[in-house]
């Protein structure tokens, strides 16, 4: 996929040696912040991708900008049979966000799961998270509901739990 004549975004699944690289996206301050994650470490992100690899309810990618691995997106639901699956994760290196990559990589995902028969994806997302609600408008998603959700650094955050159509 290409988003300019000079830059050329894809997905590839996450691989054990993307590690280092989950460890030092999901590290970043603004980005910890964004997501009211905590910091982790490099053993943690090997476990992940181990047990992921191992979980046929989850499909994790790298998003690559001519082949340098810039973010990460999140997959799962795959088990439920409804037809529908969440995206868990959506997250790009600090200096890479706003140039329209994530639109792009989240778009590729879509298509993909449209093609494999998904007909609905649904995200969580904080409600001042002014750029996340952006990408994912430009998306296809639509806000469905609004609710209070305690995150992993302990803070109760208004969300809103967004939808899209696949089949569009
Ligand atoms: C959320 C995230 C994945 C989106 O990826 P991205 O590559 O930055 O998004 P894009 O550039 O494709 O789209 C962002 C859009 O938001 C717009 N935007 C940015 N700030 C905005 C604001 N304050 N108000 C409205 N729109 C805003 C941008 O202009 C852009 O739209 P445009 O391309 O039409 O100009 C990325 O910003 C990120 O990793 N953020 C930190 C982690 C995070 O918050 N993840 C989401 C958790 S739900």
């Known amino acids: ?17 993307d590690a280092g690289f989950l460890c030092d996206l999901m590290n970043c ?13 490099l053993q943690d992100w090997a476990d ?5 690899n191992s979980d046929e309810d989850e499909e994790d990618y790298i998003i690559l900008e001519n082949g340098t691995s810039i973010g990460w997106l999140g997959v799962n639901g795959f088990l439920n049979g409804d037809k529908t699956v969440y995206l868990k994760m959506a997250a790009m290196m600090p200096n890479r966000q706003r140039h329209g990559f994530g639109t ?26 002014l750029t996340a609600q952006a990408c994912y408008a430009k998306c296809g998603f639509r806000i469905a509901e609004s609710l209070v959700e305690t995150m992993s650094n302990g803070k109760d955050i208004q969300r809103y739990r967004m939808e899209s159509c696949l089949s569009y």
Request: with cysteine.
């Open 1 to 17: 996929m290409t988003e300019d004549k000079d830059t050329s975004i894809s997905i590839r699944p996450v691989c054990i040696d």
């Open 29 to 41: 301050p603004p980005v910890l912040q964004s997501l009211n994650e905590v910091p982790t470490g």
């Open 48 to 52: 992940a991708i181990r047990e992921w």
């Open 104 to 129: 792009c990589a989240i778009r590729e995902l879509m298509t993909d799961l449209k093609r494999r028969g998904f007909e609905r994806m649904i995200l969580f997302t904080d409600q001042d998270n």
